[in-house]
């Protein structure tokens, strides 16, 4: 899985630095709360008016759909993801395109990584 930072450097990153940057091998527990927080974050971007209400129908379904599919075992978590909030946005983004990416909108990691806890 590509990293979210791709791009910016010319050499592949050293696998230590990589493992110590990754936090899926914890995080990945907390899929259903990643998940949760993104399904109330695009209600929350259609309620604002900064997503439609059909793109949030799109993101939400598709949202359910990946829980299912991890719960179900259907879906392994790529334990080669850097997080678990990359890993569901990798996977929106491959079932949606683009219109994956307008969930992070107003929202940082670190947003997401408190709810999660909080959860």
């Given amino acids: 899985m590509e ?5 910016r ?8 630095a990589n493992d110590f940057n990754s936090s899926i091998r914890v995080d990945s527990k907390m899929f259903k709360q990643d998940i949760c927080g993104s399904v109330a974050h695009a209600n929350m971007l259609a309620a604002k008016g900064i997503i439609s209400a ?7 379904e598709a949202l359910c759909e990946i829980s ?9 978590i790529d334990m ?15 079932r949606i395109g683009d219109l994956g990416k307008k969930l992070h909108t107003a929202r ?12």
């Fill in 9 to 16: 450097f010319e050499k592949q990153l050293d696998d230590t």
């Fill in 3 to 7: 990293k979210m930072w791709a791009g």
């Fill in 80 to 94: 080669q993801s850097e997080d678990i909030h990359m890993f569901v946005e990798a996977q929106l983004t491959s």
């Fill in 54 to 60: 059909q793109e949030k129908d799109m993101i939400v």
């Fill in 108 to 119: 940082s990691r670190i947003d997401q990584v408190a709810l999660d806890i909080r959860l």
């Fill in 68 to 76: 299912q599919d991890i719960e179900s075992g259907k879906l392994p």
